[in-house]
């Protein structure tokens, strides 16, 4: 059993090594990145509703090789972690193009255009594998999240609070831009851009000469202050993900490095002193066993190992 075992488990090593030098190969990449934009150019051609009638075979013929292809290439990846399969799943974008690959295998996908399309084009995202920049990028934009949310509450409080002032000002003498709250705020969200922000301000002048401070302190909070909270957050977000893209370098270089190459020294003395222990306890135990009338431990000068270090 244990030989099978090890037959096994030899296989998979030799495998996951022969699978790996083919994956990590810059042929490899170049190929799965021009597979990937022919899938995005297939997405743009069937856009033409010409075309799509004169090529229709063709263009179906395209989309099942693109999709073996890719099928193929996710089992090379899977393989490559033959013999540590954990390490495939941890990867998040391993676990991505899985999902991608997979999901052009599922029943109600297939039989659903719009789905299938849609994830067809989630295929396009695959770029972030081979373009460091664009997944520093995507990466800074999730770790964004939380701080977005934020910053979208305190955006929608204060929309609403200048929204509903708007109304009480504004709404009878602008029933088309403030009749009602929902009016408002699209009005606002609209001058949040700064696009229209001239015309507002002389409809306001109009009304009233207060109207000024209205436009004025919400064009300072909304497009000044909230924005540039915004910016901040996703530049440290940025920064973030530029250092978790550096770590990840660092650890992939140190792990193609022979293991324990740099405490090897350390380690060989640590054998030697369990060695030096085993063979101490040994001979105390051999020393224990003996008659009486032979010499004691203390009579023939062994140290105790109680007095090592």
Known sequence: ???????????????????????????????????????AALLGVETYTGLVEDWHGWLRLAEHACVAAFTVEILLRIAAHADRPKDFFRDPWNLFDLAVVLSAFLPVVRENTTVLRLLRLARVLRTARFLPQLRIVLVAVGRSLPGTLSFLLVGALLLYVYAMVGWVFFARYDPEHYGSIG???????????????????????????????????????????LVNVLIGVVITSLDEACEMEADEAEEISAGAAPAGATDAPE????????????????????????????????EVNVPSPSGRS
């Open 183 to 225: 009016r408002s705020v699209l009005t606002l969200f609209l001058l949040m851009t700064l696009d229209g922000i001239g015309d507002a301000v002389h409809a306001g002048l109009e009304i009233s000469r207060w109207s000024i401070v209205y436009y004025a302190s919400y064009v300072l909070l909304a497009s000044f202050v």
């Open 267 to 298: 380690h060989e003395l640590r054998v030697h002193i369990a060695k030096a222990r085993q063979a101490l306890d040994e001979l105390e135990e051999s020393l224990e066993r003996l008659p009486a009338s032979h010499p004691s431990a203390a």
């Open 1 to 39: 059993m244990r030989d099978v075992t090890a037959e096994m488990k030899s296989a998979g090593e030799v495998l996951a090594r022969r699978c790996r030098t083919v994956t990590e190969a810059r042929w490899f990449a170049v190929t799965v990145f021009a597979l990937i934009l022919t899938n």
